[in-house]
């Protein structure tokens, strides 16, 4: 039974296709179209499942869409209703486009797939699932437990916008719900906004400029904007928001509160925006632990599925991994609305169809996330040599080698092998790494190759069974979720002189003996790499250990600021080309910059 799932219209559309339960392939459409964050009908990427699959889209049982529109077009009619008369301008700006495209979805929907396929009628395979329900989906079922709670918590699905439900075998169902728009990931998005991020895609900044910041405002939003209950229950006040009906997260009375307007894209990020984030970041942490230890009292459950945007609070992530509360904690790697696209096709096979599990394996069944393309080593050498590029064509331990060798020698390298990751991270097929013993190389990779904020920090990707030299990580985590404490014994003790310096500044000081993974309050978000989940990236890491006694090395995403991870040959190149990246490793090719010659 082949069933093709689609994420689209809102943000981060996708498609994933599984075949009798197991998966088979998954992408974002962004990767193809290169537009970061794409909402478009994810028709290149359906058209990869499909070829990846080798089948036609008639071959179909079913086509299954992550949510539900006329649901969330009642909660907009209703919210607009409630706010009334506030509101009119963005109601009047909102309307056209759902009566034509988003409220008559199935329509629109068949119209894109035959596009597709000329003459094929989906209407008898079309099927809707509900927003938290693919995302709860998407976490339980490739889980490794038979039963756990799921925890939802995103910006809104249709009405939920933090969901329990309990999967059990090849069944979930609904616990409890918080609807909007009392909403956690809106709160986290309206200090996203207010501190100069793009809303849906700057949350990760804004936690990773948290620690340079002080719990200064912790308070004021305890008192004023969000009342959280013992068992991690909330409500928002909604007087000083302005997204149930505006064209803005927060409003005037925001601005009051904390005596200033939104910082503007772009301009200094001050240490008031600094201590903003460390106080929001403080709040969330709060009521998911709250939440979560209420959950595991209530149920006595011990094993516990993470999905939604707010998912991908890996630091969050790491707090509830080591408070214990839970024998088991399993996090969808593509948590966001892209793995909607999985979660709703998995929903289909199971719960419409009434298919059981296969049986639960380990450590999970999304198959290290690498479920995007890949390529041969000779469509790649055509790419080389329509390039004009000079290579070196080597064997796999030559390879290893040099690549080893060129990390050794603090060079910073791309990274390009394998099918691609589904999800906002790079796990070692399509990364830009370096020497994280080297203090320079936080600096040179944001500046010079990421061309982003110098804030940002890097995650490492450690050998599983070195990480606990390395990290307080009592778990794996192979796709980069946790943010654990570097060992203590690992980290510089500050002197006084040191201590007083704040802000930005504190970027550039030597955290620890692996200064280029360590962030500034002494954590690392953290991927785990085993010889089964990617050999060649796991053979890489533990040739540099051989060289330098470190086995770990620093990984980030291969892009720049705003651009999309890459996805071909050709992007992976054009990114090289346009960065300060000393080699590049594409599949069995090796491209050094000085030995570059490009044809234009």
Same mark, same amino acid.
């Given at each position: 039974?082949?069933?093709?799932?689609?994420?689209?219209?809102?943000? &981060?559309? /996708?498609?994933? %296709?599984?075949? @009798? $339960? #197991?998966?088979?392939? *998954?992408?974002?459409?962004?990767?193809?179209?290169?537009?970061?964050?794409?909402?478009?009908?994810?028709?290149?990427?359906?058209?990869?499942?499909?070829?990846?699959?080798?089948?036609?889209?008639?071959?179909?049982?079913?086509?299954?869409?992550?949510?539900?529109?006329?649901?969330?077009?009642?909660?907009?009619?209703?919210?607009?209703?409630?706010?009334?008369?506030?509101?009119?301008?963005?109601?009047?700006?909102?309307?056209?486009?759902?009566?034509?495209?988003?409220?008559?979805?199935?329509?629109?929907?068949?119209?894109?797939?035959?596009?597709?396929?000329?003459?094929?009628?989906?209407?008898?395979?079309?099927?809707?699932?509900?927003?938290?329900?693919?995302?709860?989906?998407?976490?339980?079922?490739?889980?490794?437990? &038979?039963? /756990?709670?799921? %925890?939802?918590? @995103? $910006? #809104?699905?249709?009405? *939920?916008?933090?969901?329990?439900?309990?999967?059990?075998?090849?069944?979930?169902?609904?616990?409890?719900?918080?609807?909007?728009?009392?909403?956690?990931?809106?709160?986290?998005?309206?200090?996203?906004?207010?501190?100069?991020?793009?809303?849906?895609?700057?949350?990760?900044?804004?936690?990773?400029?948290?620690?340079?910041?002080?719990?200064?405002?912790?308070?004021?939003?305890?008192?004023?904007?969000?009342?959280?209950?013992?068992?991690?229950?909330?409500?928002?006040?909604?007087?000083?928001?302005?997204?149930?009906?505006?064209?803005?997260?927060?409003?005037?009375?925001?601005?009051?509160?904390?005596?200033?307007?939104?910082?503007?894209?772009?301009?200094?990020?001050?240490?008031?925006?600094?201590?903003?984030?460390?106080?929001?970041?403080?709040?969330?942490?709060?009521?998911?632990?709250?939440?979560?230890?209420?959950?595991?009292?209530?149920?006595?459950?011990?094993?516990?599925?993470?999905?939604?945007?707010?998912?991908?609070?890996?630091?969050?992530?790491?707090?509830?991994?080591?408070?214990?509360?839970?024998?088991?904690?399993?996090?969808?790697?593509?948590?966001?609305?892209?793995?909607?696209?999985?979660?709703?096709?998995?929903?289909?096979?199971?719960?419409?169809?009434?298919?059981?599990?296969?049986?639960?394996?380990?450590?999970?069944?999304?198959?290290?996330?690498?479920?995007?393309?890949?390529?041969?080593?000779?469509?790649?050498?055509?790419?080389?040599?329509?390039?004009?590029?000079?290579?070196?064509?080597?064997?796999?331990?030559?390879?290893?080698?040099?690549?080893?060798?060129?990390?050794?020698?603090?060079?910073?390298?791309?990274?390009?092998?394998?099918?691609?990751?589904?999800?906002?991270?790079?796990?070692?097929?399509?990364?830009?790494?370096?020497?994280?013993?080297?203090?320079?190389?936080?600096?040179?990779?944001?500046?010079?190759?990421?061309?982003?904020?110098?804030?940002?920090?890097?995650?490492?990707?450690?050998?599983?069974?070195?990480?606990?030299?390395?990290?307080?990580?009592?778990?794996?985590?192979?796709?980069?979720?946790?943010?654990?404490?570097?060992?203590?014994?690992?980290?510089?003790?500050?002197?006084?002189?040191?201590?007083?310096?704040?802000?930005?500044?504190?970027?550039?000081?030597?955290?620890?003996?692996?200064?280029?993974?360590?962030?500034?309050?002494?954590?690392?978000?953290?991927?785990?790499?085993?010889?089964?989940?990617?050999?060649?990236?796991?053979?890489?890491?533990?040739?540099?250990?051989?060289?330098?006694?470190?086995?770990?090395?620093?990984?980030?995403?291969?892009?720049?600021?705003?651009?999309?991870?890459?996805?071909?040959?050709?992007?992976?190149?054009?990114?090289?080309?346009?960065?300060?990246?000393?080699?590049?490793?594409?599949?069995?090719?090796?491209?050094?910059?000085?030995?570059?010659?490009?044809?234009?």
């Amino acid at each position: 039974m082949w069933i093709l799932g689609i994420s689209a219209f809102y943000h &981060d559309s /996708a498609a994933a %296709l599984i075949k @009798d $339960g #197991v998966i088979v392939a *998954a992408a974002q459409e962004e990767r193809f179209n290169r537009q970061k964050h794409c909402a478009d009908f994810p028709r290149q990427a359906i058209e990869y499942c499909l070829r990846e699959a080798g089948i036609a889209l008639a071959q179909l049982d079913n086509i299954v869409f992550y949510d539900k529109p006329f649901l969330k077009f009642e909660r907009l009619l209703e919210t607009y209703h409630a706010f009334a008369p506030s509101g009119f301008r963005s109601f009047v700006r909102a309307m056209p486009v759902w009566l034509k495209e988003k409220l008559f979805q199935k329509r629109l929907l068949t119209q894109e797939l035959q596009a597709l396929a000329p003459g094929f009628d989906p209407s008898q395979r079309l099927l809707f699932s509900e927003h938290h329900l693919s995302h709860a989906a998407s976490a339980f079922y490739p889980s490794p437990f &038979d039963k /756990a709670l799921i %925890l939802t918590m @995103d $910006g #809104v699905g249709e009405w *939920a916008t933090t969901s329990v439900m309990l999967g059990e075998g090849n069944t979930i169902r609904s616990l409890k719900e918080i609807h909007f728009p009392h909403s956690l990931g809106l709160l986290y998005s309206a200090f996203t906004y207010f501190t100069g991020f793009e809303v849906n895609a700057g949350e990760y900044k804004l936690m990773g400029l948290a620690p340079y910041g002080e719990p200064k405002y912790v308070g004021l939003i305890k008192e004023h904007l969000i009342d959280i209950a013992d068992d991690g229950s909330y409500r928002l006040d909604m007087s000083y928001f302005n997204y149930c009906t505006g064209l803005t997260m927060t409003n005037k009375r925001f601005d009051k509160l904390f005596a200033r307007g939104p910082r503007q894209p772009e301009s200094e990020i001050t240490q008031m925006d600094m201590d903003l984030a460390r106080s929001i970041q403080v709040v969330t942490e709060e009521v998911v632990m709250k939440m979560v230890a209420s959950l595991r009292q209530e149920y006595g459950i011990e094993n516990i599925c993470l999905a939604g945007g707010v998912a991908l609070n890996s630091v969050a992530n790491g707090k509830l991994a080591r408070s214990g509360l839970f024998d088991g904690l399993w996090i969808q790697p593509a948590a966001g609305d892209a793995g909607g696209a999985l979660g709703a096709a998995l929903v289909a096979y199971h719960l419409h169809h009434q298919q059981p599990r296969l049986s639960v394996v380990e450590p999970d069944a999304m198959q290290g996330a690498y479920l995007g393309p890949a390529f041969t080593d000779a469509e790649i050498q055509t790419v080389l040599d329509n390039a004009a590029v000079v290579y070196q064509t080597l064997t796999d331990d030559e390879l290893i080698a040099a690549a080893a060798q060129a990390l050794a020698e603090e060079k910073v390298i791309g990274w390009f092998q394998g099918r691609m990751e589904f999800g906002p991270r790079a796990l070692g097929n399509r990364s830009i790494l370096g020497d994280p013993r080297s203090a320079k190389t936080q600096s040179v990779m944001n500046l010079k190759i990421k061309f982003r904020e110098s804030f940002r920090p890097f995650a490492p990707s450690v050998l599983a069974e070195d990480a606990q030299a390395y990290f307080d990580l009592q778990q794996p985590s192979p796709y980069m979720l946790l943010v654990a404490p570097v060992q203590a014994g690992r980290c510089v003790e500050f002197s006084d002189e040191v201590r007083a310096v704040t802000g930005i500044e504190r970027v550039n000081l030597a955290k620890s003996d692996i200064p280029a993974v360590t962030h500034v309050d002494h954590s690392a978000r953290i991927q785990t790499v085993s010889a089964t989940s990617n050999p060649r990236y796991y053979n890489l890491i533990n040739r540099f250990k051989a060289l330098s006694g470190y086995g770990l090395v620093v990984n980030t995403s291969f892009n720049v600021r705003d651009e999309p991870i890459v996805c071909t040959p050709q992007d992976a190149l054009r990114c090289f080309q346009n960065t300060a990246m000393d080699e590049l490793y594409l599949g069995n090719y090796r491209l050094q910059k000085n030995a570059v010659e490009w044809s234009g």
